[in-house]
């Protein structure tokens, strides 16, 4: 167990590194991207190009320039942006730690509940009007672009029918902290959580159903029956319980990918300053401690969801224990 | 008689029509019998017991007949009534003991999950039992064996083990289906050794599937064979072998080496393929591929009348 963990932190490093060199080389070694043209601004003379160049130290060796830039990352915690000079890279992000992290965690509770109860029923009534039914709408769900649905769940709650009864309650867009408001970050949260989670409820849904449907084709299935056992224990007991586990790699990869920002259209839509956001306006502005910040946080996210995965494997599937 | 089946007819729905899979199918087994079905791959075996499980579930699948348990009528029997037969009263093996264990559960959950399903007593006697059933189908060291899971089981292990589930509420029919098929000839052995033991233990009458007729001439007392989805013969064991009447059967006969003497020189086939069920000749099935066809084959025979049934013109078919 202690070897695995270590091994797993060596992987992360591994790839934290790798990443890292990555978005270095990319916006720094690619021919005609010169961040210090891009901060100089347009029509800019070369002195000015050089007196830029060398306050932000691109006259120095790659190597020189990555290093000092990991060191503060994570040795002095001071990195300072380059578009806004002065501003802490490190205390930005961690800022926008928690408001990424609610609106997925609570996102992901909804999708895994309702996919859940989705691919269950469906599989129960494979094939009949139920099954069709909810499979049209998990279709429609995947369908819809998270965008377009936040500008249309946003147009409908906060401006046309915001005085109606039905959604009164939701306050405006803006993220509220927990340990300040509870009942405000909630509340603020609901339609987001709900519009980044169609999606994944649709998808789920789908895939769990596909899978229920194939574990149902197994043999042990028929064995099930053979035992007397009820359709309903051989559904959830038997079938359900073996298609957990690509449930489960599915949801570890989707949730460390959206913890380490592919939420960032939600957080766009409804105001939330989230990891994803910091790095779409980084990106606007090549603001590279900004991206490189991000990008090993997202990493660090990626693989971290990865071993949490293994482990959940290991519980689920006991093949995987012994082997 | 513990199980009557008349004139079973199961057929499905399919895009070339109705395809009939079990024409006719008439058969009883008596309290404490071993009924051997052997036939060719496709010749309606696995379908026969299906249907007499209520394990046919296939939604295009039309069943017709009588099937009685005990005098009780199976055939229409509500989903209900028909679970609380199925593991308790009747029970099935399953010819690939690799995958007829759910993967995620140790096997002693497994026989307990069947045990509680049945009965009004407490984990922990179930567990008990679980283990007790374990030692009965000799796997060694039973109380580790409980916690194992079924991956971490040998071929042969886990047949025992599979045997053990079907034992647990002491059935009347035991169903098997191939039950050593998917294993080793050794091993084959040692399952049959103990299917034998327990049936002299429980009683239990028992409907045995196979296509070895080796591993018939050990355990069965009565033999039926069936042809694309009929029965062509059916007799106590001794005439059957000593005396095939039906055409098919002694093709049968003769494609295996003889249980005792020397081995024959080379073993014969039977020439052909099975028919395709969708497209069976009119009068006798075997008849496209039977050397001794002669002009009355043009129309369908029936069963002869017992102890030695056959359903051939040649032995005075009806
Ligand atoms: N769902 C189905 N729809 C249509 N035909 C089917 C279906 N299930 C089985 N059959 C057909 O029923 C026939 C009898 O199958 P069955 O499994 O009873 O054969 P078997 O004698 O057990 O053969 P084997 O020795 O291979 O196990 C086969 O020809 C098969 O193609
Ligand atoms: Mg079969």
């Known amino acids: ?23 270095f080389l990319i916006f720094f070694g690619t021919p005609g991207v010169d961040p210090a043209a891009r901060i100089a601004g347009r029509n800019a003379s070369p002195e000015v190009l050089e007196a830029v160049r060398h306050s932000f130290g691109f006259d120095q060796p790659f190597y020189v320039q990555y290093l000092t830039m990991m060191k503060k990352i994570f040795v002095t915690g001071d990195l300072t942006s380059f578009v806004n000079r002065g501003w802490k890279v490190v205390p930005a992000v961690l800022d926008t730690i928690p408001v990424t992290l609610s609106l997925v965690f609570g996102a992901a509770v909804l999708w895994v509940v309702f996919s859940l109860i989705i691919g269950v029923v469906a599989a129960a009534f494979r094939d009949r009007w139920p099954d069709k039914l909810l499979m049209i709408l998990g279709l429609i769900g995947i369908s819809m672009p998270v965008y377009w649905l936040g500008e249309v769940m946003n147009l409908i709650t906060q401006s046309r029918f915001h ?8 306050p405006p867009l803006g993220y509220k902290e927990f340990g300040k408001d509870p009942e405000g970050w909630f509340l603020t949260l609901v339609i987001p ?40 224990r051989i559904l959830l007991r038997h079938a359900l319980r073996t298609s957990l586990i690509a449930f489960v790699t599915l949801f570890g990869l989707d949730f460390g990918a959206l913890v380490g920002g592919s939420a960032l259209l939600t957080e766009v839509v409804f105001g939330l300053q989230g990891v994803g956001k910091l790095t779409f306006d980084a990106l606007q502005n090549l603001d590279l401690p900004v991206i490189m910040t991000t990008v090993l946080y997202a990493s660090f996210f990626v693989v971290l969801a990865n071993a949490v995965v293994d482990v959940v494997y290991i519980l689920l599937d006991p093949r995987v224990r012994t082997s | 008689m513990i199980l009557q089946v008349t004139d079973l007819r199961v057929s499905f729905r399919t895009e070339h029509g109705m395809v009939r899979v079990l024409d006719g199918v008439s058969f009883d087994v008596a309290e404490g019998e071993v009924l051997g079905i052997v036939g060719e791959s496709g010749s309606g075996k696995t379908m026969t017991v299906l249907a007499v499980m209520g394990l046919i579930t296939d939604p295009n699948a039309v069943i017709e007949g009588s099937i009685k348990f005990r005098g009780r009528e199976l055939v229409g029997l509500r989903p209900r009534e028909m679970r609380d037969l199925r593991g308790r009263e009747i029970a099935m093996i399953f010819q690939d003991p690799m995958t007829a264990l759910t993967p995620v559960y140790t096997i002693g959950w497994q026989i307990a999950e069947q045990i509680l399903t049945h009965e009004k007593v407490s984990k922990k006697a179930a567990w008990d039992r679980a283990i007790a059933l374990l030692a009965e189908v000799g796997i060694p060291r039973p109380e580790e064996a409980v916690h194992r899971y079924p991956h971490q089981l040998s071929g042969g292990m886990r047949q025992r083990a599979v045997i053990a589930m079907a034992l647990t509420c002491n059935p009347a029919l035991l169903v098997a289906d191939e039950p050593t098929t998917a294993l080793d000839v050794t091993v084959q052995a040692q399952i049959l050794d103990l299917l034998r033991k327990l049936q002299a233990t429980h009683g239990s009458a028992i409907v045995f599937i196979t296509h070895d007729l080796g591993v018939m001439a050990e355990l069965a007392d009565r033999i039926m064979v069936m042809y694309a989805g009929r029965i062509v013969e059916r007799a106590a064991r001794e005439p059957l072998f000593a005396d095939p009447q039906h055409p098919y059967t002694v093709a049968l006969l003769n494609s295996i080496p003889p249980l005792e003497g020397a081995r024959p020189h080379r073993l014969q086939t039977i020439a052909g393929a099975p028919p395709s069920l969708s497209n069976l000749p009119q009068g006798c099935a075997f008849g496209p591929r039977c050397p001794k066809r002669f002009a009355a084959c043009a129309a369908r025979p029936r069963l002869t009348l017992p102890p030695h049934e056959t359903a051939c013109f040649l032995t005075g078919a009806p």
């Open chain 1, 163 to 170: 005085d109606i009864w039905l959604f009164a309650w939701v």
């Open chain 1, 1 to 23: 167990m202690t070897y695995a963990i270590l091994q797993r932190l060596a992987q992360m490093l591994f790839v934290m590194f790798g990443i890292s060199l990555l978005v």
């Open chain 1, 193 to 232: 959580w709900i519009t980044l989670s169609i999606l994944y409820i649709g998808l789920y849904g789908r895939v769990l159903r596909a899978s229920i449907t194939e574990a149902l084709q197994e043999d042990y299935i028929r064995t099930a029956r053979a035992k007397g056992l009820s359709e309903t």
